[in-house]
Every structure is written in structure tokens, then in C-alpha cells.
């Protein structure tokens, strides 16, 4: 119900956008988030917007180069990512959780989890 796109290769410096489209029932209800998980460390949140996308979280490793976005009617949340970093390197994920915040978002407590997408900076 969550289809992750957008990801590829990059040199460093460069720019991707991350989309997530939900689908099967509506997500403007849900808080919407984007994990990474790369080679041997742990899922981290990178990025999160409440239901209405007034409130917004990011890790402090993307703030100032990263912003998240959502289009309710679309039903698609994005991640604009500038300034990529070789560290920036893993597979992103989308996430739908309802009833928690969005600095309190934990890969554990996810109620919907989109397939993984690529990103790869290169140096």
C-alpha cells in the first residue's frame, strides 16, 4: 500500500527526490515518515510530517539539505534531498504510523512500511 520511488545513483552534491504513493486507503490520516537503513547499522528516521504537514522532523544528519513534503490529494509524500553525501548511502523507506509524533516515529511502531529504494552517492 506504500510504492517508494525515486532513488538512484549520485555523485555527491547532487539532488534526488524520494516519492511515496499510498494507496487503498487514504493517508492524509496517517503521520508519514522516511527511514534509511544502510550495511550494518540500524533503520534510522531521517525525516517525518504530521497529518495536515505543519509539523516536521528531520534527523540533525540532513537538516538544512533534506525537506519532506506531502500532497494529501495525491496521496503521495516526498523527500527532496540536496547536498547529497557518500554517508547519505542507503535504502529509504516510507512509513505510515497514526497517533504519534513526529519526532517520536520508531521502526518498531510502524503501522505500514513501503518497499525499499536505492540511494547511492558517490565521492
Known amino acids: 500500500q506504500l510504492q517508494a520511488s525515486g532513488g538512484g545513483l549520485v555523485q555527491a552534491g547532487g539532488s534526488l527526490r524520494l516519492s511515496c504513493a499510498a494507496s487503498g486507503r487514504t493517508f492524509s490520516i496517517y503521520v508519514m515518515g522516511w527511514f534509511r537503513q544502510a550495511p550494518g547499522k540500524e533503520r534510522e528516521l531521517v525525516a517525518a510530517i504530521s497529518r495536515g504537514g505543519l509539523n516536521k522532523y528531520y534527523a540533525d544528519s540532513v537538516k538544512g539539505r533534506f525537506t519532506i513534503s506531502r500532497d494529501s490529494a495525491e496521496n503521495t509524500v516526498f523527500l527532496q534531498m540536496n547536498s547529497l553525501k557518500p554517508e547519505d548511502t542507503a535504502v529509504y523507506y516510507c512509513?505510515?504510523?497514526?497517533?504519534?509524533?513526529?519526532?517520536?516515529?520508531?521502526?518498531?511502531?510502524?503501522?505500514?512500511w513501503g518497499e525499499g529504494t536505492q540511494v547511492t552517492v558517490s565521492s
Open positions: 512509513a505510515a504510523v497514526k497517533g504519534v509524533a513526529t519526532n517520536n516515529m520508531s521502526p518498531s511502531g510502524m503501522d505500514y
